[in-house]
């Protein structure tokens, strides 16, 4: 039995022994409990000092440690019931998936906000405090999510006008293709991975050579900002590998058919594991802003002990 991805717990007829179930099982939650645990902290640490949530910056970081801890709460969730209840009820699928691609669309979206915030802090400073206020922050989130579930949302419609209601009082296993297995959805989430992909691929790579221009004759933070690009490029090359998922199963099944449980793990820890390390690693220890204020908060609680 195995699961992979945030939006999708894959399994095929491929049952781990009970010993590899149980050393999985133990991986992914001592993972998960130590990413939420550092990211709590940063949460924490951004709550407790006004400098932070009044910066546009540490907001946009602040939503997408908030959103890496839901969704890796929730894969989590979907991994260990995919090995101790197999098959749930439909309506609670749907409901767990639907938060699940939530958060799993917003975070490539708000690594390209932050890349823009960076590139006009870097790029415009004069205007950096007109453009980027507190308000319209907030506003830029609102519109993550909206778009978020703009892209999400029609699947439930779609299967909610399709599919008798007998289908969402019965148990299946938790996955996208068997909670909204219509294959217009199928279509849909391809194009609608596709136009993602350019989209946030297209800013990421234009504020970079923007910041990469600026660096060659301005000051080390202009380097910085460019350094800190290249962090968020990587962070949503891997999140986009969920958007490839369907064909890299496809590949592993026909590559490794006697370890395919085996390699769904390794795409699950490499594609949902990962990229949520990375920001506690970009701003948690890379800022140092950020990092003196979290060693002087990490410093009280010891001394409160």
């Known amino acids: 039995m195995n699961t992979s991805s945030a939006n999708v717990t894959v399994v095929v007829d491929y049952r781990d022994s009970f010993t590899k179930a149980v050393t999985k099982n133990v991986i992914v939650v001592v993972l998960s409990i130590s990413i939420n645990y550092i990211n709590a902290g940063l949460i924490q640490t951004f709550r407790k000092h006004q400098i932070f949530y009044s910066n546009p910056r540490y907001i946009l970081f602040c939503h997408l440690v908030v959103n890496d801890m839901i969704l890796v709460t929730l894969t989590v969730i979907l991994f260990i019931i995919s090995y101790i209840l197999y098959r749930i009820n439909v309506s609670v699928c749907c409901t767990l998936l639907l ?21 006009i802090a870097v790029c415009v400073p004069l205007r950096h405090a007109q453009i980027c206020t507190v308000k319209r922050t907030f506003m830029l989130l609102g519109l993550i999510w909206a778009t978020s579930m703009l892209s999400v949302l029609p699947d439930l419609f779609i299967t909610l006008a399709i599919e008798p209601l007998d289908f969402f009082h019965s ?20 194009i609608t991975y596709i136009v993602y992909l350019v989209i946030v691929w297209f800013l990421i790579f234009y504020t970079y050579f923007k910041i990469l221009f600026t660096a060659k004759t301005a000051s080390k933070d202009a380097k910085k900002a460019q350094n800190t690009i290249i962090l968020h490029g990587f962070q949503v090359l891997l999140c986009m590998a969920t958007y490839a998922e369907p064909m890299l199963k496809h590949a592993l099944l026909q590559w490794f058919p006697k370890n395919y449980s085996d390699s769904l793990f390794a795409c699950y820890i490499i594609v949902q594991i990962l990229p949520r390390s ?24 010891v001394s409160q002990q």
Do not use: Q, W
Request: aromatic share 12%; charged share 30%.
């Open 99 to 119: 938060i699940a691609l939530f958060t799993t669309e917003n975070t490539p979206l708000n690594l390209a906000c932050m890349s823009v915030e960076c590139y």
């Open 278 to 301: 990375i920001s506690s690693i970009i701003y948690g220890l890379r800022d140092k802003t950020f990092r003196r204020y979290l060693k002087r908060y990490l410093l009280c609680k």
């Open 171 to 190: 148990r299946v296993f938790c996955i996208r293709e068997t909670a909204f297995r219509n294959p217009h959805i199928i279509k849909k989430r391809d």
